[in-house]
């Protein structure tokens, strides 16, 4: 009996139902070449049902995302919505919840892509971020006091563990030992500042670098200011990089900009014994709603990322070389509405070539 697969299709709000579609189209395409099978069950999650309802993710949605095999997620967002609510209701509740404790996002300039950076192409931009994506600044501790007073206080706290601190170092050895390129992991923190919590990442990166698996993996060391400077300098000095939660956040959009920006870059929430979910790295876009004309590049990539995880390798490569023909032959843009295509279109290109 083929494999079959059961999906949790968050289209979202904005323009996530117009890639979250075209994603589809192209998963559904190399299924049938390779003998599996995708089962969507759709959630109506986001701004117009919080709107409609006042229900964000009602927990008995939030069981039934514990029992797929993945979840796919088009964009949380909606500008009638007060910053926040959606984005830690929706989509951080479900990182934290179902401890998708990493947040992987490679950064690879594909063929015919523009780069904001000068000289650079496709030979200087293909790495890996691994963001920490259960702790330090997201887990929401501190709080506010005085408020509202002239003397008010606020804090919040990075708080990391070192069991939280050693699950993600491990994934990122692992992950650079089995990219099998130069074989180097770069940690990025601020240790010359926070000398608490940069520390100890500093030192569990070192305990676990020694281990006799480990030792062939070049351990490297940026401080995150100093990574921001290099990204755009020499890019092509990366392998995989791994950083706390909000470091990753920052530095993952200044990535996604060096390969072409929002229309291509996508990521991938993992548990590693769990279940992860998938989106492209753009928001909900308000205003090329219905259009039309949004790129679905990156909710396309980040099909293939799923399908990546689950353990279909040769349709993710496929749906990988399918996008980089479209790229380079094709697209004249992967900005909205100067692809010289229409969104559907774009995903109708990629799913004739996988
Ligand atoms: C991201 C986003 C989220 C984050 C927001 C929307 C909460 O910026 O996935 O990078 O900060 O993690
Ligand atoms: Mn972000």
């Not at 708080?159 to 939280?164: A, E």
């Not at 006799?212 to 490297?220: H, M, V």
């Not at 996604?256 to 989106?279: C, D, H, K, R, W």
């Amino acid at each position: 009996m083929s494999k079959r697969y059961r999906i949790a299709v968050i289209p979202g709000d904005g323009t996530g139902p117009e890639v979250i579609r075209e994603g589809l189209k192209v998963l559904q395409a190399v299924s049938r070449k390779n003998g599996f099978t995708i089962e969507t069950v759709f959630y109506d999650l986001g701004g117009e049902r919080y709107l409609r309802t006042g229900e964000v993710l009602p927990d008995s949605v939030l069981a039934e995302l514990k029992t797929v095999d993945a979840i796919y997620l088009g964009a949380i967002g909606h500008p009638d919505v007060k910053p926040g609510i959606l984005e830690k209701g929706i989509l951080l509740r479900i990182r934290f919840e179902l401890d998708q404790y990493i947040n992987l996002r490679p950064v690879k300039l594909y063929p015919g892509v523009e780069t904001p950076l000068k000289d650079k192409g496709p030979e200087h931009v293909d790495f890996v971020v691994i963001r920490e994506n259960s702790g330090g600044i997201y887990t929401g501790m501190g709080g506010l006091t005085m408020a509202g007073t002239s003397n008010e206080v606020a804090t919040q706290i990075m708080l990391y563990t070192r069991p939280v601190v050693e699950r993600c170092l491990r994934y990122a050895f692992d992950y650079t030992k089995r990219r099998n390129r130069k074989k180097m992991l770069t940690l990025v923190h601020k240790t010359n500042v926070l000398t608490y919590c940069g520390d100890l990442w500093w030192r569990v990166f070192n305990a676990i670098g020694e281990e006799p698996a480990y030792r062939e993996i070049r351990r490297d060391y940026n401080h995150v200011d100093a990574c921001t400077m290099w990204f755009v300098k020499q890019p092509e000095w990366y392998d995989v990089v791994v950083t706390e939660n909000l470091f990753g956040d920052i530095i993952t959009d200044l990535a996604a900009i060096i390969q072409g920006g929002l229309g291509i870059a996508a990521g991938g929430n993992i548990n590693p014994t769990g279940v992860s979910m998938f989106e492209p790295m753009g928001g909900s876009a308000p205003k090329y709603t219905g259009q039309n004309v949004i790129n679905p590049l990156a909710a396309i990539s980040a099909g293939g990322m799923m399908l990546e995880v689950l353990g279909e390798t040769a349709a993710a490569s496929a749906i990988e070389q399918a996008i980089q023909q479209v790229t380079g032959t094709k697209i004249k843009s992967m900005a909205a509405g100067k692809m010289g295509y229409s969104t559907s279109q774009v995903g109708d290109l990629v799913a004739e070539r996988v």
